[in-house]
């Protein structure tokens, strides 16, 4: 069974910093790519992020490019979310997501982790 | 930015009725359309792709149908496991963008 597990969110001071992961199991993860997905109270689905299955390649939102890092470690089976200068509009359940490729829809998802930035 | 437009924003259907939930583009991603499936509290799960195909292990009732600009979700005889919010997503440009979301409620 394919489960991906996110971690790590909590309050955080805007300004301050929080890492996500994203544990996964049931598939074969280095072959995947890997996405990041939020969904802030009340709203849609935001993309964030993705990395390819070699970590070759990122690509990021314009909403966090230069604050947020995605980077994945395939011998844990675990991709991060490094999240920088945080705003209260970054406040949102983070997803992670899976594709079988780099460009495709998204196959399965997390329950996510909910970040909350605010003083 | 693509931008993708849901219609209605909410569908009231009884049991055993047929949903109809419409998704555009405003721009055409070709076939590139993907649905999802969120309940509260859960895991978002990936029902279509390629605007018509259905994922692994989604029941027959669900069906997609369209292309570039125009895409339809139909569910033909509503369960009760089938009440959610629905999302369409299109990934033939970056940024992938998802649609606002269809939520079907018991009438």
């Known amino acids: 069974e394919v489960q991906l597990v996110e971690s790590g969110g909590g309050l955080v001071q805007p300004g301050g910093s929080l890492r996500l992961s994203c544990s996964a199991s049931?598939?074969?993860?280095?072959?995947?790519?890997m996405h990041w997905v939020r969904q802030a109270p009340g709203k849609g689905l935001e993309y964030v992020s993705v990395?390819?299955?070699?970590?070759?390649?990122?690509y990021y939102a314009d909403s966090v490019k230069d604050r947020f890092t995605i980077s994945r470690d395939n011998s844990k089976n675990t991709m991060y979310l490094l999240m920088s200068s945080l705003r209260p509009e970054d406040t949102a359940v983070y997803y992670c997501?899976?594709?079988?490729?780099?460009?495709?829809?998204?196959?399965?998802w997390g329950q996510g982790t909910l970040v909350t930035v605010s003083s | 930015e693509i931008v993708m437009t849901q219609s209605p924003a909410t569908l009231s259907v009884s049991p055993g009725e047929r949903a109809t939930l419409s998704c555009g583009a405003s721009?055409?991603?070709?076939?590139?359309l993907a649905w999802y499936q969120h309940k509260p509290g859960q895991a978002p799960r990936l029902l279509i792709y390629?605007?018509?195909t259905r994922a692994t292990g989604i029941p027959a009732r669900f069906s997609g149908s369209g292309s570039g600009t125009d895409f339809t979700l139909t569910i033909s005889s509503l369960q009760s496991e089938d009440f959610a919010v629905y999302y369409c997503?299109?990934?033939?440009?970056?940024?992938?963008?998802f649609g606002q979301g269809t939520k079907v409620e018991i009438k």
């Open positions: 721009q055409s991603v070709t076939s590139n």
């Open positions: 390629g605007a018509s």
């Open positions: 049931g598939f074969i993860f280095s072959s995947h790519a």
């Open positions: 997501t899976s594709s079988a490729y780099y460009e495709y829809y998204f196959d399965y």
């Open positions: 990395i390819s299955s070699n970590a070759g390649s990122t």
């Open positions: 997503q299109q990934y033939n440009h970056w940024p992938r963008t």
